[in-house]
């Protein structure tokens, strides 16, 4: 079955290490999405790539790097940098890179990220 | 003021009742609108996407409003399962990046 796998589900930091979490997708969507969801807040965009080798900043980029090397893949790193490290990730992909807002989201299960 | 705003709720309803949300958003220029449902500690799916001429899907409707600003989700016969949290989603200001803005979401308990 086609869709998006994050890894890993939970995950646990200490302050002042780097984490990266995997996305990978098998439905050939073009882009690419990283947001974070906080309690009561909506999703955040953090980062999106709308085709291999090329992304943009999203809202809440600042604390975070990501890579686009191949179309199935795009991992987050959550830096020692991100203050606030501590949420609920979420990666998602759509079938076309334009016009935007009208590509309808599939996200993966999501990561959840504690740092003690 | 927010982009997308929500009624975070709860609503709380007995089943079979109809219940309605609204969500409003401030770029009038936005043009592509969608629903989203997110149970608890999971991701988001679509619900459904709202026309500018209003579309049902089963149980549930969606309307745009464009001179208000604002889109609504209608429940109809409301069941157990609806309970879940209800994600206003509009596209943003550039329409020439994939940004998405999401509603903190409207949060639906349904009783027995």
């Given at each position: 079955d086609g869709g998006i796998t994050q890894s890993p589900k939970y995950l646990f930091r200490k302050e002042g290490q780097n984490v990266t979490l995997s996305c990978e997708q098998n439905?050939?969507?073009?882009a690419m999405y990283w947001y974070r969801q906080d309690p009561g807040q909506g999703l955040r965009l953090i980062y999106y790539s709308q085709i291999v080798n090329d992304f943009q900043k999203g809202d809440i980029a600042e604390g975070y790097s990501v890579s686009r090397e191949k179309k199935e893949s795009f991992p987050l790193t959550v830096t020692s940098a991100q203050k606030n490290p501590t949420a609920f990730y979420l990666c998602a992909s759509s079938r076309d890179r334009g016009p935007a807002g009208a590509n309808v989201l599939t996200f993966g299960a999501g990561s959840r990220l504690t740092v003690l | 003021r927010k982009e997308v705003e929500q009624d975070p709720g709860p609503f709380n309803v007995p089943e079979g009742a109809t219940v309605a949300f609204n969500c409003t958003y401030s770029?009038?220029?936005?043009?592509s609108f969608f629903w989203y449902r997110q149970d608890c500690r999971k991701e988001p799916k679509l619900l459904m996407s709202v026309y500018s001429s209003g579309n049902e899907d089963g149980r549930f409707t969606a309307q745009l409003n464009r001179a208000s600003q604002y889109i609504s989700l209608l429940i109809r016969d409301s069941k157990l399962s609806d309970s879940a949290t209800y994600l206003c989603v509009v596209n943003g200001?550039?329409?020439?990046?994939?940004k998405l803005i999401f509603g903190q979401g409207t949060t639906l308990q349904v009783k027995p």
């Open positions: 439905l050939n969507h073009d | 770029n009038s220029a936005s043009q200001r550039s329409s020439n990046t994939g």
